[in-house]
C-alpha cells in the first residue's frame, strides 16, 4: 500500500522484513522522500525503486540521484 501518513504501510513497516519504496526519477522531492522514510523507519530495510528514468546509452547522467547512501 502507499506509504503516507495515514497509510496502513507506516504501521505495517514494524512488522516486516524489508520494505519496497518507488520513487519518480525529476518529480520525487528529496524532502518527501526523506518523510516517507522517517515514516518507515519501524522496518529494518528500506529499499528504492528509481522509477521513469529516461536512459540514454550515449548519454552522461548515469550515477547516483540523491547523492551516497548510508545510514
Known amino acids: 500500500p502507499p506509504g503516507g501518513a ?8 514494524g512488522h516486516v522484513g524489508q520494505t519496497i519504496m518507488v520513487v519518480r ?11 516517507a522514510i522517517g515514516l518507515m523507519g519501524a522496518c529494518p530495510h528500506i529499499q528504492l525503486l528509481l522509477n521513469g528514468v529516461k536512459f540514454s546509452p550515449g548519454g552522461r547522467r548515469f550515477g547516483t540521484y540523491y547523492g551516497q547512501g548510508g545510514a
Do not use: G, I, K
Open 6 to 13: 495515514p497509510s496502513p504501510a507506516a504501521v505495517l513497516a
Open 25 to 35: 526519477a525529476d518529480e520525487t522531492l528529496e524532502s518527501a522522500l526523506r518523510d
